[in-house]
T-cell receptor
């Protein structure tokens, strides 16, 4: 079993839609949960991170962690074509070693 | 945000040659740098962790003699792929973090290596 599992998609939505991206993880000891955006042939860019359970909001983006079910989500409101990218969830092991999900390819159509 | 510059952004080399990839933190001191490898439509896989002035720590299954990592200063780490083969063709990405701020590590733009 992979430590972080993510549906690779691809996911295609119309502009303005609410996007829901999800991951599951296996180790209940994980405490930090991150979401990255990666454009084609570029390095990932940190969008936001949460510690333990709960929600965190930043503009149109909301990250949610449910530790009881080991489930993490990223919601994008009012999606824009510029949001088209691959979104990677990640968590961290000791020493800052990041474990990434496979990434979900998102396409927002005008 | 902080900038991590990775160079070159793409490189093509002949099988059997070596390739060096540089990763620089431009506006902060990177006490720790990480090197990742990413195959098309797949996740980033951590290859090794390097701390300034120390030997790199490699993940299981990564050949340390093939992927030489040097982190000689707080702003520069290099990855050398020695005796490259076509199966080494991949997207290599570095990230850099200041002490204790691993969650906020910044990523370079990546290097696409093609071995022919």
């Amino acid at each position: 079993q992979k430590e972080v599992e993510q549906d690779p998609g691809p996911l295609s939505v119309p502009e303005g839609a609410i996007v829901s991206l999800n991951c599951t993880y296996s180790n209940s000891a994980f405490q930090y949960f991150m979401w990255y955006r990666q454009y084609s042939r570029k390095g990932p860019e940190l969008l936001m991170y949460t510690y333990s359970s709960g929600n965190k909001e930043d503009g149109r983006f909301t990250a949610q962690v449910d530790k009881s079910s080991k489930y993490i989500s990223l919601f994008i409101r009012d999606s824009q074509p510029s949001d088209s990218a691959t979104y990677l969830c990640a968590t961290a092991r000791e020493g800052g070693k990041l474990i990434f999900g496979q990434g979900t390819e998102l396409s927002v159509k005008p | 945000g902080a900038v991590v510059s990775q160079h070159p952004s793409w490189v093509i080399c002949k099988s059997g040659t070596s390739v060096k990839i540089e990763c620089r933190s431009l506006d902060f001191q990177a006490t720790t740098m990480f090197w990742y490898r990413q195959f098309p439509k797949q996740s980033l896989m951590l290859m090794a962790t390097s701390n300034e002035g120390s030997k790199a720590t490699y993940e299981q299954g990564v050949e340390k003699d093939k992927f030489l990592i040097n982190h000689a200063s707080l702003t520069l780490s290099t990855l050398t792929v020695t005796s490259a083969h076509p199966e080494d063709s991949s997207f290599y990405i570095c990230s850099a973090a200041d002490t204790g701020r691993f969650i906020e590590a910044f990523f370079g733009q990546g290097t696409r290596l093609t071995v022919v």
